[in-house]
């Protein structure tokens, strides 16, 4: 039995309206010309007009019921409707209906036209049609969360409970939803584009949770070599999401190899399966770069645009929805709502160029307009007439300087990161920026920024660390170049994840924002590098590569020479397969002197050569052709190495069952059985089982085909009509007067 907490009072009138339509089979007319009406949907049946008033009242006491029905008594016998018909999301007694009868003396009011909580339910069960289309009621249910939960999404339990009851009561239902399921239901993958801020993740994880309810398994991932991993069972359904999948703040160049490479082909697998659905997300213009790089991004093959949907434009009624949904549920104190509700300011924030719904949910949330530090009116006007100042003020004005060293570390860092490494990230900031704390200080500054920041700035959950908001990275992005952050910053770098998030950092630099003497700071950084590495020899070698292509100094040599030196007694692992295709091509490329990539590449092909040869039979067909190419094309060119790269096929061949069954249609199977082909005819691999153990599997998935009959039905919006007018918008914000009333009672 649903409460309708979840839903907005625009929401549950929605609900009343579409139920009523369901149960009468009359078709209502939406009425909202003004607070004072006592409309909300009205309808003709025989002589004379009948009104409809949905009352959302789920914890407000029994009297604050009665007296705006009282009231409504009053504007009602004034319109002389012949019939009235009233419903609450409160729960209802004989006795209260028998009350309200009695309160509205002046209405045609019947007890059978009373629909209380249980009423409603009764309804809902009556019409699922309606329960399906309203899915804010039933997302959010326990049901439906402890099957999210034990489906693993994100790997983490109560935070995402948590996060899905605040996603849910806010978010509007617009077509973007009903349009992101058709390409999914028609292609099997999504790519949500747009601009920062307009909604693209907020979307993604209401069809994360739509499919949840349907049954699917789900998974996030944070690189496109797990979604293989995991989409292997062909026999359950599965949905992957991956979120930003091109970066947030630059399109490196190894991961736009790592898309190249691995993209297409799962594009292909989900297009050949009806068991696996992939949505991601990404901001337009790093999309756009993605497919001015890559061939294969951009080739016809892939079809790239069949499966994009470009999000970010919202009607005014949409836009109205937002706000009224994001305010009624926000952390607001009374007075910052009655603020924002005086002298129409709210058509102001409705009608304004830059709006765009993560504006909408940082302006809406007390934490944020507390740290903002300005009457409220006037942090919404600043912020939307130039939303470049949304952390600008906070940060140089109210953040203590060691919050800002924390923004710093959590900017220096993976999207989410342990408290642990965040803390070691956060004193090296407090060296760049000259804070001057003792030893004994530190722990106890930093526990004090994590208080200071959490919910407004950063989110904490499960000993790790996130920005609560992606427009808080946006903004660092300038103010380490408008402060001149950067040399100070590389002089204390440690972690490769630090460097490495600095190196893409540095390298989406403007030519007008590098600092002069930068090359300085990156040279004294790979020098320390040599007795303090920041990660595995392979990592750090690529950066010192990359380091010397930039910036061509001699003295960047010696680190070079010392990490070639540390390969020698590496054992490269195969979940490190993708970096070494990366290192063949980036040595090929590099502008090192000669003797220096020789001798890279000679103990860096011996290393891969172990790898493939004694575990080239856990690495995917893709990698292994790759990798084997690459040895053969880049390598050194000696017998050990080919023979390495033959034994490696060998080894592939002798367990391919198991890489069969991971295979997920006859498609794919096509393609799978070409590319062996290939690669046993390139090295001098034959075998007569192959042929024969691909044509069992290919007759089990014709099977698995003949019976695959998977499939999704859309939800539709609810909303109202695309132009709302300004006495209609006014109208359903007195809601938000009357919940302050009705709280106050």
């Known amino acids: 039995m649903y409460d309708f907490r979840t839903l907005s009072p625009l929401d549950f009138e929605l609900l009343v309206r579409d139920l009523l339509q369901a149960e009468t089979g009359i078709r209502f007319e939406s009425f ?15 002589p004379g007009n009948a009104v409809v008033q949905a009352k959302h009242y789920i914890d407000s006491p029994a009297d604050a019921l009665m007296r705006a029905v009282r009231a409504e008594d009053i504007k009602v016998e004034k319109l002389k409707p012949a019939r009235y018909l009233l419903a609450t999301s409160a729960s209802l007694s004989p006795s209260l209906k028998k009350k309200l009868l009695e309160a509205m003396p002046h209405t045609p009011l019947r007890a059978e036209d009373i629909f209380g909580r249980a009423d409603l339910n009764n309804l ?220 129409d300011f709210f058509l102001e924030i409705i009608d304004h160029s830059n709006f765009n719904p993560r504006l909408i949910d940082l302006l809406t949330t007390g934490d944020y307009v507390s740290l ?41 860092n993976d999207e989410r990161v342990l408290i642990d490494f965040l803390e070691s990230s956060f004193c090296r900031m407090v060296q760049a920026l000259g804070l001057q704390f003792s030893n004994s200080e530190l722990p106890v500054r930093f526990r004090a920024a994590l208080r200071e920041l959490e919910g407004s700035v950063l989110a904490i ?42 190196w893409v950092y540095f390298c989406s630099l403007t030519a007008a924002s590098i600092p002069p003497g930068v090359e300085g700071a990156w040279t004294r950084l790979a020098q320390r590098m040599m007795s303090e590495a920041g990660g595995a020899p392979l990592q750090d070698l690529s950066l010192l590569i990359d380091f010397y292509d930039r910036f061509k100094n001699s003295e960047l040599i010696e680190p070079i020479k010392f990490m070639i030196s540390s390969m020698k007694d590496y054992e490269i692992e195969t979940d490190e397969v993708g970096q070494c295709n990366a290192m063949f091509e980036k040595m090929a490329l590099s502008l090192l002197p000669l003797e220096v990539v020789e001798e890279a590449i000679m103990v860096f092909s011996s290393r891969v050569g172990d790898m493939i040869r004694y575990n080239g039979h856990w690495i995917e067909l893709d990698d292994l052709s790759r990798v084997a190419r690459n040895l053969r094309s880049y390598g050194d060119d000696s017998d050990e190495t080919i023979d390495a790269a033959r034994e490696a096929v060998e080894g592939y061949i002798a367990d391919l069952d198991d890489a069969l069954s991971q295979v997920s249609s006859t498609d794919e199977l096509r393609q799978y059985e070409r590319d062996l082909g290939s690669l046993m005819k390139e090295f001098g691999v034959t075998d007569r089982t192959v042929e024969e153990r691909i044509d069992i599997r290919r007759d089990e998935l014709l099977e698995e085909e003949a019976r695959d009959s998977s499939s999704f039905e859309p939800t539709r919006p609810t909303n109202l009509p695309g132009h709302v007018s300004d006495d209609e918008i006014r109208s359903m914000f007195a809601e938000i007067d009357n919940k302050k009333d009705a709280a106050s009672s």
């Open 124 to 343: 809902l069960g009556r019409h699922p049609e309606i329960e399906r289309k309203h899915f804010k009621l039933w997302l959010a249910s326990t049901p439906v969360l402890e099957r999210i939960l034990h489906s693993g999404v994100y790997n983490r339990t109560e935070t995402e409970m948590e996060l899905i009851k605040a996603v849910v009561p806010k978010f509007v239902h617009n077509e973007s939803v009903s349009r992101s399921e058709k390409i999914l239901a028609d292609q099997g993958a999504l790519i949500i584009a747009g601009e920062p801020g307009v909604g693209k993740s907020t979307l993604a994880r209401m069809l994360v949770w739509l499919h949840a309810e349907q049954g699917w398994l789900i998974s996030v991932i944070d690189e496109i070599k797990e979604a293989f991993d995991i989409s292997t069972a062909v026999d359950e359904k599965r949905l992957i999401f991956f979120d930003d999948f091109l970066g947030q703040v630059r399109l490196s160049d190894d991961l736009i190899r790592a898309v190249d490479q691995r993209l297409p082909p799962f594009i292909e697998r989900v297009k050949a399966s009806k068991n696996i659905r992939f949505v991601l997300t990404t901001r337009d213009y790093i999309l756009h770069q993605a497919q001015a790089q890559s061939s294969r991004l951009s080739s016809h093959r892939i079809g790239l645009s069949e499966f994009v949907l470009n999000v970010g434009y919202y009607t005014r009624a949409i836009r109205s929805q937002i706000l009224f949904n994001h305010l009624y549920f926000s952390t607001l104190s009374r007075d910052e709502r009655s603020a924002i509700l005086a002298d």
């Open 32 to 46: 909202g010309p003004g607070r004072d009406s006592g409309i909300d949907f009205r309808f003709s049946n025989g």
């Open 372 to 412: 903002a530090g300005l009457p409220i009116r006037q942090t919404i006007k600043a912020v939307l007439d130039n939303p470049k100042e949304l952390w600008e003020k906070p940060y140089r004005s109210h953040i203590s300087p060691e919050g800002r060293a924390l923004m710093l570390a959590q900017f220096f």
């Open 461 to 502: 959950r499960n000993r790790s660390v996130a920005f609560s908001n992606p427009g808080v990275r946006d903004y660092l992005q300038r103010a380490i170049v408008e402060d001149k952050l950067l040399i100070p910053i590389v002089d204390v770098l440690v972690r490769y994840k630090e460097i490495e998030q600095a």
